[in-house]
T-cell receptor, first 111, second 113 residues
């Protein structure tokens, strides 16, 4: 298992703007997962993208995966104050049930 | 549908006291179970995970232990708490068939005095 590294560590934007967060990892993956954590709560799964997929959408979320660069990005379009949270990526290696989470990106959306 | 319950939500314990945090999952069988700890403003640290009853893998040597006495019950314990055990403890489960996301409980905020 390996840890994903999110970038930037913190991001502040206005409502209506788009937010982009990036994730890098080191070795080959089976899939990569994105999670959100509201302050003081557990993590909530957002999107799982498999290694043979390049892009995936879910509502206002768009995730891309570039396995050649070992990187992924999460785009939140038309952000809302309710999107304020920490976002974590978790690259899932083959033959393991473990996920290793990084330190996340703290997103602040101002009304 | 599947649900995960974690309790208590908050706990204040003196140094040297024992600890028992419980996590149960409903609506699924043979889940993979996980315990994480999160320090304030930090990422998650995987402490233990289990793929079946009585099967516990420890990720980080420490003052804590875990047990899985039943298929859908995961317990985090300590005989004597240290100040450094303070943090936000999260339990999670995932289906045992792999390639699936994890689902988290609401966490326990543990403060050691």
């Amino acid at each position: 298992s390996q840890q994903g590294e999110e970038d930037p560590q913190a991001l502040s934007i206005q409502e209506g703007e788009n937010a982009t967060m990036n994730c890098s990892y080191k070795t080959s993956i089976n899939n990569l997962q994105w999670y959100r954590q509201n302050s003081g709560r557990g993590l909530v799964h957002l999107i799982l993208i498999r290694s043979n997929e390049r892009e995936k959408h879910s509502g206002r979320l768009r995730v891309t995966l570039d396995t050649s660069k070992k990187s992924s990005s999460l785009l939140i379009t038309a952000s809302r104050a309710a999107d304020t949270a920490s976002y974590f990526c978790a690259p899932a290696s083959y033959n393991t049930d473990k996920l290793i989470f990084g330190t996340g990106t703290r997103l602040q959306v101002f009304p | 549908s599947q649900t995960i319950h974690q309790w208590p939500a908050t706990l204040v314990q003196p140094v040297g006291s024992p600890l028992s945090l419980e996590c149960t999952v409903e609506g699924t069988s043979n889940p993979n179970l996980y315990w994480y700890r999160q320090a304030a403003g930090r990422g998650l640290q995987l402490l233990f995970y289990s793929v079946g009853i009585g099967q516990i893998s420890s990720e980080v040597p420490q003052n804590l232990s875990a047990s899985r006495p039943q298929d859908r019950q995961f317990i985090l314990s300590s005989k004597k708490l240290l100040l450094s055990d303070s943090g936000f403890y999260l339990c999670a489960w995932s289906p045992d068939r792999g390639d699936q996301p994890q689902h988290f409980g609401d966490g326990t905020r543990l403060s050691i005095l």
